[in-house]
C-alpha cells in the first residue's frame, strides 16, 4: 500500500505488462505518442463497464487529438480478452496482476468501499506526453462521468 501521488513533470513509472493478447507492452513503446493510461478495479463489472465503454465512445475524438487509450487493471490477460470482447472496446488492457505498476504509479492503497475502507485500486488516470513525463495525474475519479470530464480538461470537444 501507498500514499504515493505522482503529479505532472514526473516521468512516468517505468513497466513491463501483457495486454489481453498475451503480448508484452513496456513503457518505452508508448514513447511517440501521448497516452491516456487509466487504472480500474476489475473488467466486466458495472461501473468499470461503464468507463471502459465511455472510453470506447470517444476514442474517434481522442486519437483525432492524438491520445491512445490503455487501461491497466489486475485481471489476467485472458479476461481481458473476454472484457474487450464482449463490449467491443478498441483499445489496449493490461494486465498487472501483483499490482506492482498500480504501487509505482500510486494508484494501490486504502480507498472507502460502501462505507468501509478497504485495500484495493483507487481509480486513477494519467495522461503521458510523447516522451512519456506525466502531463495530468487524477487519483479517486468516478467511473461515470470521467471521460467527458478528461475530454474537457484536455481540451477536447465532447
Not at 516521468?11 to 487509466?38: C, E, H, W
Not at 490477460?77 to 500510486?106: C, I, M, N, W
Amino acid at each position: 500500500m501507498t500514499d504515493l501521488r505522482l503529479a505532472p513533470g514526473t516521468p512516468a513509472p517505468d513497466f513491463s505488462l501483457r495486454d489481453q493478447d498475451g503480448m508484452t507492452v513496456n513503457l518505452s513503446d508508448l514513447r511517440g505518442q501521448k497516452t491516456i493510461l487509466y487504472f480500474y478495479p476489475a473488467a466486466m463489472t458495472p461501473g468499470c463497464t461503464t468507463q471502459a465503454c465511455d472510453f470506447r465512445d470517444s476514442i474517434s475524438s481522442l486519437q483525432g487529438a492524438g491520445y491512445r487509450v490503455i487501461g491497466v487493471s489486475r485481471d489476467e490477460p485472458a479476461k481481458l480478452a473476454q472484457f474487450r470482447e464482449r463490449d467491443g472496446l478498441t483499445f489496449t488492457l493490461l494486465s498487472d496482476p501483483d499490482h506492482a505498476v498500480h504501487t509505482a504509479y500510486g494508484v494501490w492503497g486504502e480507498k472507502m468501499n460502501y462505507g468501509k475502507k478497504i485495500e484495493g485500486v483507487i481509480r486513477s488516470t494519467f495522461v503521458l506526453d510523447e516522451q512519456g513525463i506525466i502531463t495530468l495525474a487524477q487519483y479517486n475519479v468516478k467511473a461515470t462521468g470521467h471521460v467527458a470530464r478528461l475530454r474537457k480538461t484536455l481540451g477536447i470537444d465532447a
